[in-house]
């Protein structure tokens, strides 16, 4: 069989993995690659025939996994997409939310021209349509027969609802061989999401390698960083909170977390509003799946009622009740999207906001370079929002205690699940500098590793 890899190599986004067996072609991922400013038109064509394509299995619904699917279906894929059942609810919303980003983009840069003159949508509502009708959900665990030759099981991984690591035992010519994709890697005790689980042997791993060479702050707990900003924010001085948080994912285990530390009476009442329709939808499909999320997310649940609604939170709806948060006068926390600032919602809570004293900014996500969010974090002492400078009065936070990826430490325990004279390792989704130091410390402990250039071919 031959491994192609087709994208996040040596870069994270544009997962795309190609496998071909004799007479039979799985494409695993097919992530949008939006690494530069003029992603829509790069992301427009395969470097194979979609056509030729007999099935596509999805780790996970993020966009950087399935977010160039509907492209793939428009121009001739004609089989079926596997992933679990919140992968395939999870992908819709965020398959939607794109389609809303390419018009915008499209508006924004036509502002005063011809309509035609911003970029071209890369697909529209009806391929995101077409797309999801490909769906056909696998449970965990399940052993599916994709037809004589491969058996697919998906393996929890954490990091988000429904995130899989893929599992395929392949009849290649007479030989097993057995070969894992880990997606994403999340974290133990994460909010509401299950540990990642350990991966069966297998003799070939494609794996992740995000936070390689990074590792995450063991110094406090989310509990105690969140209760200690949200008491000098809003408790101790009476300012408000302000969380970009990304709508899916991130949104439910902060409220969550919320949840519980009022639940215990940590703090006095605080009112929070969560003010993104998209996290509204999304925390729906946690509800649907509710016997998918970890232990202590079910015992709260038993025991206290729903972990997404309780008294002090809100859920905005619409644009003109989102306007009157940002002019609530009371302390209180607003958690808005986009998580880098780059769009929604959360411009506005800023444009109101970022000149007050008494108002904190907390990220909980990673900014990209290029990105509003990156240039507070980085200190910029003036913003420009809404062709306006604005003085940044506001104190600006960060914690890495949300990020939904496992570090360093993380990356090597899921690699020495394998045995290293039987596993061949090839890392993929990463910055070059991460790659190269979670591949010299698995080198270390003597694994045989790879790290694909895009278009690499392997024969396996
Ligand atoms: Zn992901």
């Given amino acids: 069989m031959k491994l192609t890899i087709w994208g996040a190599a040596r870069q994270v986004t544009g997962s795309m993995h190609l496998l071909q067996l004799k007479d039979y072609n799985i494409l695993i991922d097919c992530g949008l690659d939006y690494e530069k400013e003029t992603y829509q038109e790069e992301n427009q064509y395969f470097p194979f025939d979609p056509a030729d394509l007999d099935v596509v299995i999805l780790t996970h619904a993020h966009i950087d996994h399935s977010g160039n699917l509907p492209t793939l279906v428009r121009m001739g894929f004609q089989g079926q997409i596997l992933c ?29 021209k011809n309509r035609s003159s911003g970029p071209k949508p890369l697909y529209l509502q009806k391929h995101v349509m077409d797309t999801v009708e490909r769906f056909v959900t696998v449970g965990f665990h399940k052993q599916f027969r994709i037809n004589d030759q491969v058996t697919l099981c998906f393996i929890p991984v954490g990091h988000l609802l429904g995130a ?15 070969i894992a994709f880990t997606g994403d890697i999340g974290r133990k005790n994460y909010p509401v999401l299950v540990d990642p689980e350990v991966i069966p042997e297998v003799d070939f791993l494609v794996c992740e390698s995000t936070y390689g060479g990074k590792f995450h702050s063991k110094l406090e707990t989310l509990e105690q960083k969140l209760v200690q900003t949200i008491n000098e924010a809003c408790v ?19 409220v969550y977390a919320l949840n519980q530390i009022f639940s215990k009476g940590l ?108 240039r507070l974090l980085r200190g910029d002492p003036i913003i420009r929002l809404r062709n306006r400078d604005l003085m940044v009065y506001a104190t600006i936070q960060q914690t890495d205690l949300l990020s939904g990826h496992g570090d360093h430490e993380d990356l090597m325990n899921t690699v020495q699940q394998q045995k290293v004279e039987n596993t061949r390792i090839f890392l993929v989704h990463g910055e070059p500098k991460s790659m190269q130091s979670l591949s010299d410390a698995l080198t270390e402990a003597r694994y045989r590793v790879d790290v694909p250039e895009k278009g690499e071919v392997f024969e396996l």
Wanted: charge should be negative.
């Fill in 84 to 112: 679990t059942p919140p992968t395939a609810d999870l992908s819709e919303l965020l398959l939607l939310d794109s389609v809303n980003i390419f018009l915008s983009k499209q508006q924004k840069r036509s502002k005063g």
């Fill in 267 to 374: 703090l006095p009442p605080v009112k929070i509003f969560v003010d993104s329709p998209l996290a509204e939808f999304a925390t729906d499909v946690y509800r649907r799946h509710h016997d998918l999320l970890n232990e202590d997310a079910k015992a709260f649940y038993r025991s206290k009622g729903d972990e997404f609604d309780f008294d002090e939170l809100s859920y905005v709806q619409d644009k003109k009740e989102s306007m009157s948060v940002s002019n609530y006068h009371e302390p209180c926390i607003i958690i808005s999207s986009a998580g880098m600032l780059e769009g929604g919602r959360i411009q506005d809570h800023l444009y109101y906001n970022i000149q007050n004293y008494y108002c904190t900014i907390l990220f909980i996500g990673y900014c990209a370079k290029g990105t509003l969010g990156h």
């Fill in 164 to 178: 899989a690591a893929i599992v395929l035992t392949i009849n290649d010519e007479g030989r097993e061989k057995k």
């Fill in 236 to 254: 101790k001085f009476p300012g408000r909170l302000i969380i970009p948080a990304f709508s899916i994912g991130r949104t439910q285990a902060l």
